[in-house]
């Protein structure tokens, strides 16, 4: 049962995002994949946010390019964490993704990561980190992660 529902507003987003599922892969978490645009499938959108929680999802990794707003609407939808990616891609590289998913207004959060490669990675990390809290297998996943970036530089 998938842990982690990865979600991207176009199927152009999906290079960009590849990191966050390799890196979920690697630390052995089960994720699903679904690219559902909050704008020009909506109704797609309310009924994934409904019904994560009891399809058995823990953490919701959204990510959407220019006015990015797949990560507040899903949170809109669903009590769960939801970790936002904001993708570069058009005349404004990335600031405008940044913009609409790091200034919800207060009420309903949503965790902003870095624009593009770099917040693709760091969500998954951050649902590693969530994750870990419940399932010590992940947890230790992680650690072993963390203590292995010791040697690197
Ligand atoms: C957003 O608009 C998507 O997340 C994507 O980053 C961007 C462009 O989408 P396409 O027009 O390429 O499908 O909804």
Redesign the pocket.
């Known amino acids: 049962m998938s842990l982690v529902g990865v979600v991207?507003?176009?199927?152009?987003?999906a290079e960009v995002m590849q990191p966050a599922l390799d890196i979920l892969k690697e630390l052995g978490i089960d994720y699903e994949v679904n690219v559902i645009?909050?704008?020009?499938t909506p109704e797609k959108a309310r009924q994934y946010g409904l019904e994560a929680r009891s399809r058995g999802i823990e953490v919701i990794i959204a990510?959407?390019?220019?006015a990015?707003h797949?990560p507040g609407v899903l949170a809109s939808w669903t009590t769960l964490p939801i970790i936002g990616v904001p993708?570069a891609?058009?005349e404004l590289k990335g600031i405008d993704?940044l913009y609409s998913i790091v200034q919800m207004p207060a009420g309903i959060p949503v965790a902003c990561m870095a624009v593009g490669a770099a917040g693709a990675k760091n969500a998954a990390y951050l649902a590693a980190e969530i994750l870990g809290l419940k399932y010590d297998k992940i947890r230790k996943a992680y650690e072993k992660y963390r203590s292995a970036l010791q040697g690197d530089r």
């Not at 991207?8 to 987003?13: A, V």
């Not at 645009?37 to 020009?40: I, L, V």
């Not at 990510?63 to 220019?66: I, P, S």
């Open positions: 991207m507003g176009s199927k152009s987003d645009s909050a704008h020009r990510a959407a390019g220019r990015a797949l993708l891609g058009s993704a």
